[in-house]
């Protein structure tokens, strides 16, 4: 039974029904009254529901961001993209949790590669796969996760984009780049991030993460990275672009975010009016040129692989293959 109390400016209502609270205040006791026979029956009706009628789609993704993304390295991007699921409507959001079918999936699939790319599509069916597998495994809310059967859009090829060395000077003379001197510009730090992504193989994110603690002697300590923490050999040119950047911040090597490191790298390529590349494939660029290099230096086939493996944090040989883009001629020079 509803308690109601009155106070100087109405009326206020406290239910407690096993353990589900709720209240609220009303104007005149009748309105309290209404209210809270009708809180009680929709509670009383609740209680007999099963989780996944009680609980919604919406629900789940807002849980989901606000206790396991935050977990994450990647927590902007999920709750960005979190919150783009509940603008979605395409999505059943206020339909019980339960009722969520493969069909139903598909359809909001379908209608999503009509609007972004197949690569977009397919993060977004991860990021959704384990919401579902989360309210299905610890919250109890499913006992099936209606994605699993889903059939997924075709993985675009993985990209094989080289930067020259020509595309190289080009936009590093847009930034204000010089090869001697301070580093004094933002313009200038992104330049020399540039340069030392090529010569390492660093992803943007590292980069920026970098401080000045991290350093070694030949080589620096990457405590976060996409996988795991890894040291990342250091030759003395780029021990030299390193030092460089002494005095342009006290913590941070580079004084940079990874969302302005992005930006500012697009800027000055279309300024250069070069077009094709991005940041990351100077990931693919540097793993291209050190495996040249090992070759020249004589080193064995199978350990060059394996220290490649090594610098660039992969598990498994076979990604080698994904970042080693060698041109045709070249590789027919080498067998002549």
């Known amino acids: 039974?509803?308690?109601?109390?009155?106070?100087?400016?109405?009326?206020?209502?406290?239910?407690?029904?096993?353990?589900t609270r709720d209240s609220g205040t009303f104007r005149t006791k009748r309105e309290a009254e209404a209210w809270g026979a009708q809180r009680e029956t929709e509670i009383r009706a609740n209680a007999n529901k099963t989780p996944g009628e009680k609980h919604t789609l919406g629900e789940a993704?807002?849980?989901?961001?606000?206790?396991?993304?935050?977990?994450?390295?990647?927590?902007?991007?999920?709750?960005?993209?979190?919150?783009?699921?509940?603008?979605?409507?395409?999505?059943?959001?206020?339909?019980?949790i339960g009722t969520l079918t493969t069909e139903r999936i598909g359809e909001w699939r379908d209608a999503r590669l009509r609007t972004v790319s197949p690569g977009t599509v397919l993060r977004e069916i991860g990021l959704l796969s384990a919401v579902l597998e989360t309210a299905r495994r610890e919250?109890?809310?499913?006992?099936?996760?209606?994605?699993?059967?889903?059939?997924?859009?075709?993985?675009?090829?993985?990209?094989?984009?080289?930067?020259?060395?020509?595309?190289?000077?080009?936009?590093?003379?847009?930034?204000?780049?010089?090869?001697?001197?301070?580093?004094?510009?933002?313009?200038?730090?992104?330049a020399v991030s540039f340069l030392l992504a090529l010569r390492t193989g660093m992803r943007a994110g590292e980069l920026c993460k970098l401080t000045w603690d991290d350093l070694r002697n030949g080589y620096c300590i990457?405590?976060?990275t996409k996988t795991k923490p890894r040291n990342v050999p250091l030759t003395p040119k780029a021990?030299?672009?390193?030092?460089?950047?002494?005095?342009?911040?006290?913590?941070?090597?580079?004084?940079?975010?990874?969302?302005?490191?992005?930006?500012?790298?697009r800027k000055y390529r279309e300024r250069a009016g070069l077009s094709g590349f991005t940041f990351h494939d100077s990931r693919h660029t540097a793993a291209t040129w050190i495996a040249a290099r090992m070759g020249s230096s004589g080193v064995p086939a199978q350990q060059a692989v394996m220290d490649l493996c090594k610098m660039f944090g992969w598990s498994n040989m076979s990604q080698a293959l994904t970042y080693y883009n060698p041109k045709a001629e070249d590789i027919a020079k080498r067998i002549s």
């Open 1 to 19: 039974m509803a308690s109601i109390t009155k106070y100087p400016k109405g009326y206020r209502v406290q239910i407690n029904i096993n353990g």
């Open 61 to 96: 993704l807002g849980k989901y961001g606000e206790e396991i993304s935050t977990t994450h390295r990647g927590v902007r991007w999920e709750q960005i993209r979190i919150a783009a699921f509940l603008r979605d409507r395409d999505l059943p959001m206020d339909a019980p």
């Open 139 to 190: 919250w109890r809310w499913i006992e099936k996760n209606p994605i699993k059967d889903v059939r997924k859009p075709r993985a675009p090829d993985h990209r094989d984009v080289i930067i020259t060395r020509s595309q190289v000077r080009t936009i590093i003379r847009a930034m204000g780049y010089k090869t001697k001197g301070k580093i004094e510009t933002v313009s200038q730090s992104v």
């Open 222 to 224: 990457l405590k976060v």
């Open 239 to 265: 021990l030299r672009l390193i030092q460089r950047m002494r005095g342009f911040d006290q913590a941070s090597v580079f004084g940079l975010k990874p969302q302005t490191l992005d930006a500012l790298f």
